[in-house]
């Protein structure tokens, strides 16, 4: 024997009536089933409405009542038909009047008090349960059963309580004289959430709460299984409405289910798993509309599970309150006075923080309930709080989310786990509490920040794939290559467990954003149709809309309005990966605050491509340091493009000949005199020194332009390289000059002591730095542990292939620290 209940969407139209049927014969075949049906969808609320319509004492009321009534008569109608439906709908049309009537004395009176309110929201049930009961009655034999000739509360109306050393032999002895009367075979369809006191008057079990009775009749009756039916495949994992990655969940405890459903999970009332429990009855939570699911069981125990969290749930409209004072410490009872005092007033404590200084003692209530709860404690704390030894804060707009599990218990690190998770994403806590059951974890956020709270922890606890979006600005020569290398590597990203999202692209003029990803394939078509104007700090305001989790920008361009905005995208939770070197040369404050920033908001700053492109230069000076070797000195070739050109200076063709070559190559700045003027150079020595702890600018690194001075500061024309032509002969006086020597001219950066020089400099033949090729970059690090033979790093260091290389190393190091 087992209890089936309906409700919710299940209830909605005719249609889903019959399949509600449909399932109720099908599990009649198997063994003797009891029914406990809700009302109609809505119609619980439509009825209440009415009684608040009512109050006022005009007829407003009245066109609600109608099209309550016409949809029942409708069902009727389409269920039964005419003929049929007649006995029926006499029923029902009598249920309807005896509405009408309720509806009509509070009207008369103006006034709906609780008992009032309980008639009227029955009749959603008893409508439901006798139309339901009717059309079953067709095919199997089955009876409209009351609830309240069988459920018996006290006499607080809206939320009553069950009494049940007088309910449970009433259920019993109702049920032996209905089978004896009617057959074995007989379905009963009770009404879910009513009840009657003692003296005959109707109550309510409180919203949603057919659940509830359904696990009282089930209980009294010792079923084997209560199978609640919904709209949903089960028990989710979180709501899938925050978060779309959201998965039913095969089997939990009763523990577990009853921690979900307190804190917000809508799938099964928390009272009603205690009945159940109390009897050991498995409970199923399955969907109408989905039968091939199979459904969540709740039962003793937990079953299998690989992960230590179960489920993720969240309560919305909480207010935090926070009594403290320098008067409440050591002093005994002032716990018990404060909640003694909210007690009185009924009201419901969510959840509890106390420090261990005694303090304060931080609480969370519902909305509706915090100025009760002011009042109450003003009350209490007159004294102190007059006399200001004890003071009340209110903290509204909030949100607590509870991380479930059995298998939480004695599993080290999983607050470490959710607490992490949180701050990578700048996600603020106000409040933490954890049972000594050990399998709840809640805390207390504000709640505009509740979806990507609710993600986040999901992706820590649920999902294999560690998933990244990216925000990509600037889709020139570097940031196409990154975007093709990101979709030709998306298959070997899946496969070792990441997800790489775009969400954003954006050029010099317009941007383009989907949360849920853009198409790589088309990236081009979707930023040209987009009517977003491109401007950094709006770009950033409307990514932090969309509340992404584990994002980044990645600055592809050479744009100082660009890094000016990172502060703004630092703030809407996005970390930074860039081969622009602006923002590691920014004037020393500028530079320090952007530091700080990054490190307050807990940000990752990537910047491995700002020297080397795609050479591991920066992460191998961070290691040195890290391991604790000290650096002597750093030397070497830095500019991919002034390497090339030097490398390629033979004196058979004139340098600016080969600049321009160069230039067309793609191997050159936007502009090629921030390479000849070996300020590329100076960025990248400056990057080397400060990442050694050096308090340097520009401005203290040595610098040998290879520009004339007509070229330096004019605006750069089309005239550029006749200009630059006029300069040949100098350079080639230094080539010839080298040669003679048996060397080499190679640009060479070198970092000492804090003392930072780049320019030419001639070196033997035989020297590594003589032997590089096309755009080779080369470094020598001397150190404490490589003081005889230097640590060389050595390889291509120009052009957008090489570059989007080391940007996307960035991301895969990205994605590598967001997993722990």
């Known amino acids: 024997m087992k209890v089936l209940k309906f409700g919710g969407s299940s209830l909605s139209t005719p249609q889903r009536l019959r399949q509600v049927a449909r399932i109720i014969r099908d599990a009649s075949t198997r063994e003797r089933v009891v029914v406990v049906v809700s009302a109609f969808q809505d119609v619980t609320n439509q009825l209440l409405e009415c009684a608040r319509l009512a109050e006022t004492g005009k007829e407003a009321h009245e066109s609600l009542f109608r099209a309550i009534a016409e949809r029942h008569r409708a069902a009727v109608h389409a269920l039964l038909g005419v003929h049929v439906g007649k006995a029926i709908r006499a029923q029902v049309d009598a249920l309807l009047e005896e509405l009408r009537d309720v509806l009509h004395g509070i009207s008369l009176l103006r006034h709906s008090p609780p008992r009032a309110l309980d008639v009227t929201a029955s009749f959603g049930e008893r409508l439901a349960a006798r139309i339901l009961a009717a059309y079953l009655n067709r095919s199997r034999h089955s009876i409209y059963v009351d609830a309240r000739e069988i459920i018996i509360t006290d006499d607080r ?68 299984l209560i199978e609640i039916w919904t709209d949903v495949d089960g028990v989710l994992s979180a709501d899938p409405r925050a978060v779309a990655s959201a998965f039913v969940l095969p089997q939990m405890s009763y523990e577990e289910a009853m921690e979900l459903s307190y804190f917000g999970a809508k799938v099964l009332h928390s009272a009603a798993i205690a009945p159940a429990v109390a009897r050991k009855i498995p409970i199923l939570i ?39 004072g320098l008067s409440m410490v050591g002093v005994p009872g002032t716990a018990e006075r404060l909640f003694r005092a909210l007690a009185s007033h009924r009201i419901s404590v969510i959840l509890i923080s106390q420090a261990s200084s005694e303090h304060t003692i931080c ?61 990578n994403n700048s996600i603020n806590i106000s409040a933490i509490a954890q049972g000594a059951s050990e399998r709840n974890i809640s805390f207390v956020i504000d709640s505009k920040q509740k979806r990507p709270a609710l993600n986040v922890i999901h992706q820590a606890f649920f999902e294999k794939r560690k998933r990244l979006a990216l925000v990509v600005i600037g889709v020139g020569n570097i940031g196409s290559a990154l975007l093709h290398q990101i979709h030709q590597q998306r298959s070997f990203l899946l496969a070792q467990g990441c997800d790489v999202s775009v969400c954003g692209i954006a050029n010099s003029s317009k941007f383009v954003l ?172 400056l990057i080397l020194a400060r990442d050694q702890g050096f308090k340097m600018d520009l401005e203290d690194v040595e610098v040998e332009n290879l520009l004339p001075a007509s070229l330096r500061n004019a605006a750069l024309s089309k005239r550029f390289y006749e200009v630059l032509s006029k300069h040949d002969a100098v350079l080639r006086r230094r ?81 590598h620290y967001l997993a722990f």
């Open 157 to 224: 109306f809206t939320e009553a309580a069950v009494v049940f050393e007088k309910t449970n032999p009433a259920i019993r002895k109702y049920f032996k004289k209905m089978y004896a009367t009617h057959g074995q075979n007989t379905i009963p369809v009770v009404t879910g959430f009513i009840g009657s006191t003692e003296d005959g008057h109707t109550s309510t079990l409180g919203r949603n709460g057919s659940d509830y009775s359904a696990a009282i009749v089930g209980a009294a009756l010792g079923v084997s």
């Open 286 to 324: 399955k969907n109408t509309m989905n039968l091939k699911s199979p459904g969540t069981l709740i039962s003793e125990r937990a079953g299998n599970w690989e992960g230590v969290a179960k489920g993720i749930t969240a309560v919305d409209d909480i207010v935090l309150l926070t009594l403290r």
């Open 363 to 423: 609480f969370a209530v519902s909305t509706a309930d915090a100025s009760r709860a002011r009042k109450a404690i003003a009350h209490e704390f007159r004294y102190e709080l007059h006399h200001r030894l004890t003071m009340l804060d209110e903290a509204p707009g909030k949100t607590i989310v509870a991380i479930v599990g059995e298998g939480m218990r004695g599993a080290p690190g999983v607050a470490g786990r959710v607490f992490q998770a949180l701050g």
């Open 514 to 685: 989907a949360s849920d990803g853009i198409d790589i394939d088309r990236w081009r078509e979707e930023l040209s149709h987009s009517h977003h104007r491109m401007d950094p700090v709006e770009l950033a305001r409307r990514v932090a809309g969309l509340q992404l989790i584990n994002a980044a920008v990645v600055d592809c361009t050479a744009s100082s309005e660009v890094v000016d905005a990172y502060p703004e995208f630092i703030k809407a939770n996005l970390h930074i990966i860039t081969p622009n070197k602006k923002a590691n040369v920014l004037p020393w404050r500028r530079y320090q605050s952007l530091m700080e920033l990054l490190k307050l908001r807990q940000k990752y700053f990537l910047y491995g491509a700002n020297v080397g492109a795609g050479l591991p230069i920066l992460s191998i000076l961070k290691d040195l340091i890290a391991s604790g070797d000290t650096v002597v000195q750093i030397e070497g070739i830095l500019s991919g493009t002034l390497s090339y050109l030097l490398n390629s200076f033979d004196g058979t063709r004139p340098f600016s000949t080969l600049v321009q070559e160069t230039q067309k190559l793609g191997f050159t700045e936007p502009d090629p005199r921030d390479d000849l003027s070996g300020q590329d150079v100076a960025r990248k020595l």
């Open 735 to 815: 080539l010839e000059s080298a040669r003679s020597r048996g060397c080499v001219l190679r640009y060479v950066g070198t970092l000492r002591e804090g003392a930072a020089r780049a320019g030419l400099k001639e070196f033997p033949r035989d020297h590594p730095f003589a032997a590089t090729k096309g755009t080779d970059n080369i470094v020598a690090f001397t150190t404490h542990r490589y003081a005889r033979s230097p640590l060389v790093i050595q390889g291509p260091a120009a052009g957008a292939e090489v570059t989007a290389m080391g940007v996307f190393s960035d991301i895969l190091k990205l994605l």
